[in-house]
């Protein structure tokens, strides 16, 4: 029974991350009879080094690219735009809310495996509630890990964004 329910996490686990971690921009080809005429353009990913086209027709000077790694910057950089900035927010926060639940997971979990640990070797031998309790905090350190692996914002999330102000804002892009 244990193996089964493990096999079925770890197939769930498969699944999510190979469907979470897809190409950014990757459009399935259509089939031979479907129309493609209403079809929307995906939204360009960036491309280094390119010059945006409204920034050149309108004349304006176009800076170098301010390079985005953490989700508190961008939602600091966006605070200015009232499209952009919620979107950028609500990904910082959620950042914020994955890292809480993996510290204190991991603290917790860890916590009680080292007190039953210190317990057993207090002891020196196994009971129930000491078996129980490592598992326990094992459990729980590794549903935290598995929480925060499934909830982070992952790199689609952020150029996502990114697009969205660097189609807003020409004159001064952003690069993931």
């Known amino acids: 029974m244990h193996r089964l329910i493990f096999g079925a996490w770890f197939l769930l686990a498969i699944f999510f991350a190979t469907a979470a971690r897809a190409e950014p921009g990757a459009v399935a080809a259509p089939e031979s009879g479907a129309k493609t005429a209403g079809a929307e353009k995906p939204t360009p990913a960036f491309v280094p080094g390119a010059k945006p086209v409204a920034a050149e027709s309108k004349g304006q000077s176009v800076l170098p690219p301010v390079y985005i790694k ?35 997971g991991l603290l917790l979990g860890g916590g009680l495996a080292a007190a ?18 490592v598992v326990g ?21 952020l150029l996502t964004v990114i697009n969205q102000w660097n189609l807003r804002h020409p004159d001064r892009p952003l690069a993931p």
């Not at 900035?85 to 204190?104: K, M, S």
């Not at 039953?116 to 078996?131: G, S």
């Not at 499934?150 to 790199?155: A, E, G, K, T, Y």
């Open 70 to 104: 953490e989700w508190w910057r961008l939602a600091a950089i966006t605070q200015s735009d009232p499209l952009v900035f919620p979107q950028a927010d609500f990904w910082a926060t959620r950042e914020n809310h994955v890292r809480g639940i993996l510290y204190c």
């Open 116 to 133: 039953a640990t210190y317990a057993r070797l207090a002891t020196d031998h196994w009971t129930d509630m000491t078996k129980w309790s």
């Open 137 to 157: 905090g094992a459990s729980v350190a590794a549903l935290s890990l598995i929480t925060a692996w499934v909830f982070s914002p992952d790199r689609d999330d």
